[in-house]
């Protein structure tokens, strides 16, 4: 990238949300063990709390929406809550996809170095640059479960921490739903 994020840098973002508010270092690797089994290196562990509880669960349960009925369909998994946040740049030079579930935060990035290509240019062979990124996401997703589906967290739900209530409102005015907004069926 150019300017910008690195992809690794907007995933780690995404996970500090779906590990509700605690951001992690990165790492590519745990350890390094000789043949023997003696470990030659380990990599250490830091996080640093960049946001409330409260807020990251906010965060997610908003980013739910995408993958239930948005840009993001592509990406449901049966019986799994997956939260995710779509981009796309002008041009269609670069598209990303950051989507997590409880357990695992995957980020995927399409683009070129150079930004004065679109990915749009091939869009009636391999499909619109957002599906595309949407089918690598799940496709790689799939293939983390084929391998470990424990690691990918199928069952693990959001839980709502202390503190974060939910309430009806209407769907128009955004207020307290009124009798004629429950009448006419605007009540979210």
């Known amino acids: ?8 840098q907007m995933t780690a973002g995404y996970a500090s ?3 509700g508010g605690m951001y992690r270092t990165p790492i590519f690797y745990t350890k390094v063990t000789d043949s023997k089994g003696n ?11 960049v946001m ?10 908003i980013l739910k929406q995408p993958v239930i009925s948005g840009t993001a369909t592509y990406c449901k998994i049966a019986g799994m809550d ?5 981009g796309t740049t002008n041009n269609y030079s670069d598209v990303w996809f950051m989507g997590y579930n409880p357990n695992i935060t995957l980020g995927v990035w399409l683009g070129y170095k150079d930004l004065k290509l679109g990915l749009g240019t091939f869009n009636n062979q391999y499909g619109h ?3 595309r990124v949407n089918r690598l996401w799940a496709s790689l997703m799939n293939s983390l479960y084929d391998v470990n589906p424990e ?3 199928t069952t693990e739900k959001y839980v709502r921490p202390a503190n974060v209530v939910s309430a009806s409102f209407c769907g128009i005015s955004g207020m307290a739903p009124s009798e004629a907004c429950s009448e006419a069926g605007l009540v979210r």
């Open 52 to 61: 409330t509880e409260q807020v990251a669960y906010i965060a997610k349960d």
């Open 82 to 86: 997956v939260s995710a946040k779509t």
């Open 129 to 131: 640059p957002s599906s």
């Open 151 to 153: 690691f990918i967290g």
């Open 1 to 8: 990238l150019q300017d910008g994020v690195s992809p690794t």
């Open 17 to 19: 949300i779906a590990s």
């Open 39 to 49: 470990v030659l290196y380990e990599s250490e562990k830091t996080e640093k709390r």
